[in-house]
């Protein structure tokens, strides 16, 4: 009886596991599996808390501070002031919100400086010298000019010698204009805005100001293209010359006193020195202010449209001849209707001129600190200012 009770066991036993599927050896494979696989777990559960714990730790080759290059102060250096007018730095925090920037024109900075604005003028013209070498590991030298490549003379000199660029170009590496339009519901998204004019659509009574036609020239040569072009264009409409080749400015020679005279005209020459990529001076600007119409020499029409809508000037390459632009304006006094199109833009619009050089001095500094890591080197900058 045992030994049948012992059999019918390991029958029993035996179906059950076939029933399972499963054989002693495969039994033990099983076993073996899942002690492997709660090892594996376990393993990979730690790796898994121990990549969260790394990324709270700090780097560990890394002995400052975690603080982005961007977010670290900079020392600004103003190796030569504009022209040799000296005049108080700005604090850039107060005026622009740009924090992190310290402006110092004292040469005794130059080796702890992160960055240095050198001026075109004054070391193209011998009253300056360039920063001695060596120059301090990772300084960034910073070529800044406001001038015409007409008026920008021995660029070939600085090849190779600067990291960045600071110019009214569209295409310099700090990029400042000496004005630009805000639309409207832009106007309070940034602190340089706070300093914007509103521009007002003209009533009617603004349509008919009392005079024609004013140009301010303060620079004047015989072999500029603007001193021919009104040669040509006053032997048809009046115009009204202030400055230097006629009649005195108001006692405040400031561009306000320029922006009072201007709106009692309905047109002002916005005439350029000479013809460049971009060079759009303030004399465009300050005509804007005042609510005058510009007339415009310069860059194309095309690099106008790049600051202004199109119907916002009228352009001296629009006419075929000089006398065609001089019957295009008369009409436009008689008709009021027609000078209105010039100006209804205005209503959407702000207008900002930046403060020489309060404002490109802390511009330049925020490029520094988004730029810290990159030490090109401007090659070309003769062509490439010229071009």
């Known amino acids: 009886m045992g030994v049948v009770a012992q059999g019918r066991a390991a029958i029993t036993a035996h179906r059950a596991d076939r029933r399972s599927g499963l054989s002693q050896r495969e039994k033990c494979c099983v076993l073996v599996y899942r002690r492997t696989y709660s ?188 001193v021919a072009f009104y040669y040509q264009l006053r032997r048809y409409v009046q115009v009204d010359v202030f400055g230097r080749a006629g009649r005195p400015l108001p006692e405040d020679s400031g561009g306000g006193s320029v922006v009072r005279l201007v709106e009692r005209y309905q047109f002002y020459l916005a005439l350029e020195n000479s013809q460049h990529t971009d060079y759009i001076t303030e004399k465009l600007w300050n005509a804007v202010l005042a609510g005058a119409v510009p007339v415009v020499l310069g860059p194309s029409r095309k690099n106008y449209e790049r600051f202004l809508p199109p119907e916002a000037f009228i352009h001296v390459d629009d006419f075929p001849s000089v006398r065609g632009l001089a019957r295009y304006l008369l009409m436009l006094r008689r008709n009021p209707v027609r000078l209105r199109r010039h100006l209804d833009w205005r209503g959407s619009y702000s207008v900002h001129q930046p403060a020489f050089w309060a404002e490109h001095y802390c511009t330049a500094c925020r490029a520094v600190r988004r730029n810290r890591h990159k030490t090109d080197v401007v090659k070309d900058l003769t062509y490439w200012f010229r071009s």
């Open 39 to 226: 090892v594996c777990v376990a393993a990979i559960g730690f790796l898994l808390f121990l990549e969260v714990c790394l990324l709270y730790l700090p780097d560990p080759f890394t002995l400052e501070p975690l603080v982005s290059a961007e977010n670290s102060a900079v020392t600004l250096l103003i190796w030569t002031h504009p022209f040799g007018r000296y005049g108080k730095l700005p604090d850039c925090s107060a005026l622009f919100q740009i924090d992190g920037c310290t402006l110092t024109d004292d040469e005794r900075a130059y080796p702890q400086a992160d960055a240095v604005i050198v001026h075109h003028r004054e070391v193209a013209k011998g009253t300056a010298e360039l920063p001695p070498d060596p120059r301090p590991s990772a300084q960034k030298w910073i070529w800044m000019n406001y001038e015409s490549p007409a008026h920008t003379p021995i660029l070939w000199r600085f090849e190779g010698v600067f990291n960045l660029t600071l110019s009214y170009r569209t295409d310099s590496d700090i990029f400042l204009p000496y004005g630009y339009l805000i639309p409207r519901e832009h106007t309070d998204r940034t602190p340089q805005n706070r300093y914007a004019h509103p521009l007002h659509t003209p009533s009617h009574s603004h349509l008919l100001k009392p005079r024609l036609l004013a140009w301010v020239i303060s620079n004047w040569s015989e072999s500029h293209a603007r």
